[in-house]
């Protein structure tokens, strides 16, 4: 049951990121796109990894299934990466939208790649 959730909501995970990454990177272009749902959609996205990994940690720790250690590692990435664009939003504040589109799209391939590796 729960591993069906895990697999249902990494699409959640993936479209969500791929998203909030081309919202705003067309936002880098069209300033009419450049509003405050911009920014909540993205923590939403972003919030999914989080959502994710815990689903994934409870299965390995709790009803120990056994994951292959690259999809493990593809998931602490990503919340590595939400870190890392994180603390760059002031010295990138310039290219603010293309920080969180193209660091957005990456969290969204680390995504499908997890899928990859830990697909059965």
């Not at 590595?80 to 603390?87: D, E, L, R």
Request: with cysteine; glycine share 10%; net charge positive.
């Amino acid at each position: 049951m729960l591993r069906d959730v895990h697999q249902g909501f990494a699409w959640f995970v993936i479209i969500g990121n791929a998203l909030a990454g081309v919202w705003c990177l067309a936002a880098e272009k069209v300033e009419a796109l450049r509003t405050r749902a911009l920014w909540w959609f993205v923590i939403a996205a972003e919030l999914t990894i989080f959502v994710q990994v815990t689903l994934g940690v409870i299965l390995v720790a709790g009803q120990k299934i056994q994951a292959p250690k690259f999809h493990m590692f593809y998931g602490f990435v990503a919340i590595i990466a939400i870190g890392i664009i994180y603390s760059y939003r002031a010295q990138m504040e310039r290219y603010r939208y293309l920080l969180y589109g193209f660091g957005s799209l990456f969290i969204m391939g680390l995504g499908i790649r997890a899928m990859i590796v830990g697909g059965r």
